[in-house]
């Protein structure tokens, strides 16, 4: 990038422009291109893809609300509101920054390619989408599932057509194919449980159309019975072999359980049996608080938007209804899910504004221009279900729509035949009235919503390492990140609690333990043993990953508040370190007076944060010398003396990774062999779902969480 021009490029017709509109222009009416450094890319990332986001959303709600008026609006309340800003922030890049804009892109290729019979070749770009969605973050599981209960209720409500199905087989195909080229997905969408779903949508799909393709070839199947006789033939046969091999499967072990995450959406407790999972904040229940924040006043319009999703019911009008309750849903149960509700809130929010906009400047446009009036031809429901609605039709039309209202309807008609200037006049006051009262019924709403994320914008834009106080600007975490780019060697270890890792990676330049990906529990567990070891203990085994260990101190969200989940972690995978008695591991902790017991006070993670804080608490300077402490306390780091030069060679040499195919670039570290009575000693974690395993093997703490669950669907059950 270094080695490119920078020019500028002035916008055409500046010079026709009243003098002084210049300046209201960005850069004065001149676009500058220059090089951008790796940093700088990294910190407009999230504001890159937030604006193609908003973008994608525009292009959604036209799609699926057939108004332009409704995009622009949905594009407005999508660029301000927070439940989007808390990831398209720039400077606060994390995975969910890109894989929202994927996501939307997505959903509206998949509507885009079900608008009609022949728009399914759309379906190619939509499995395209899905793949970058699916490469950026895990939450592509909601995507999956999303647009395959669109096409499942697509279906049921007698839309199934031939592009249907071409749409959802040429996507399911694509988008599944190239996702398993991802090596952390691999065969998952052929295993999981959580991904089942939508193949079995694409299986139904399949015995779909072979039903029709023999029925086209079989004149003796026209017949509608034979036809329902046929196919519920060939569904029981499939249902039964299905049945056969899922079992088959099963007993082998092919299907993975649900994800502690997954399965904690579907759970009435707040736990899931994963220690891990649980000590994330993000993985709690949302608040309603939470939807006042990050929603605001847009949740309320986007109620009464859905109400304008059954107008003209095409398959797009669909789309945004199944969004907003599976949204609504998935959200209560995690907080970090309340990123998905921006996108659905912003469309639904945009159709009551752009729709009465649009039939307002219609009433307008018809007065002055009208048009000849062209009675449009009855639409026949085809396909699917379409018998049932007309036999329904016939039964209870009287009901709907009874002849009195049917003599209102011929007779304004008629007075619309014979005096059409004053009908278009009368519509044309409706429709300013319409504006005038929505203007200003609205006005303070939106002001109120625009200073909401205005005020919340500050805090979501300020690094969450670097904070306020009354002392001003604390800089603590960011100044220790950058103490360790300046003065540790460039192949430097720092082990710290994985919290951190992206932090150490990407501000210190030097290599993480743990980063902030929690897939490797086990691995986790390992780090959690060695910062709640005692001090010995934690030493012998530093000394073979790490060169420096740091620890975050003085409040904040320090580690000392951390630690009980981190010795739970360890013994959740390490049985020994509080003992199957002690699941939540009660031992390491403080007691009601802030005195820490026995195993906390031992720990080195505790005598890392209390160092020369507190009498007769030190680290040992034979094996940890202190290297730097920040100006308020709230970063310490020290150095790990004795390090093993035998194991650190050992990890650094790249024979001795594992590679998931000869040449990939995916290659996993090993622990050095001077651990391998450690590692020895790990007992894989066993998931509360996974039915793989037997009881016996679940950990202490997962048993606990069942026998809580037993408990309370117990007393729910007395309660009933």
Known sequence: MKFLPKTEWELPGLESLPKGWKTYLPGHGKLSFSPVN????????????????????????????????????????????????????????????????????????????????????WALLAGLAYFTAAATWGGYIFVNNMIGLHAAVLVALGKYNSGLYRAYTLWYVVGTSLATFIPVIGWTPLRATEQMPSLLVFIVFQLLEACDLIRRRMPRLEHPWKFFAFRTAVFTSAVLAGAAVCWTLYSLGHFAPLGARIRGLFLKHKKTGNPLVDSVAEHSATSAQAYEQYLGDARWVAAVGMLFCWHQRTPAKFFPVIYAIVAYHFSGKMSRLMIICGPIVSMLAGYPIGIVVDWCMQQFLDALCPTPQVPAEKVVRSGGMGSIYRFLWKGFEPLASPSEVKDLLQLAEGVQERFPMPCRATRCSIAVLVLVTGYLNIREPAKKFIEQCEGIAPHMGHPSIVFKSRQGLITDYLDGYKWLKANTPQDARVMAWWDYGYQITGIGNRTSIADGNTWNHEHIATLGRTLTNPERKAHNIMKHLADYVLVWAGGHGDDMGKSPHLARIANSVFPDVCGEDDPTCRKFG???????????????????????????????????????????????????????????????????????????????????????????????????????????????????????????????????
């Open 38 to 121: 790796l940093n700088d890319a990294c910190v407009l990332t999230p504001a890159w893809f937030g604006g193609i986001a908003t973008l994608f959303v525009v292009l959604l709600t036209i799609e699926a609300s057939e108004s332009t008026s409704a995009g622009v609006v949905a594009g407005l309340v999508m660029a301000i509101i927070p439940a989007h800003m808390m990831r398209s922030s720039a400077g606060e890049y994390d995975n969910e920054a890109v894989a929202v804009a994927c996501f939307c892109a997505t959903f509206w290729l998949w509507c885009r390619s079900v608008r009609t019979s022949r728009s399914w070749p």
């Open 590 to 720: 403080f007691y009601s007076g802030g005195k820490p017991t026995d195993m906390m006070a031992a720990s080195f993670l505790y005598k890392a944060v209390k160092h020369n804080l507190e009498d007769g608490v030190k680290l040992d300077p034979k094996l940890f010398k202190e290297v730097h402490t920040t100006k308020f306390g709230l970063m310490r780091i020290f150095k790990v003396l004795n390090v093993s030069e035998e194991s650190k060679n050992w990890v650094a040499d790249p024979s001795n990774r594992k590679c998931d195919a000869p040449g990939s670039w995916y290659c996993v570290g090993q622990y050095p062999p001077a651990l391998s009575k450690l590692i020895a000693k790990r007992k894989n974690f066993a998931q509360l779902e996974d039915f793989n395993r037997k009881d016996g093997e679940k950990s202490a703490y997962t048993r606990m969480v069942e026998e809580k669950m037993k408990q309370e669907e117990a007393g729910w059950d007395d309660h009933i």
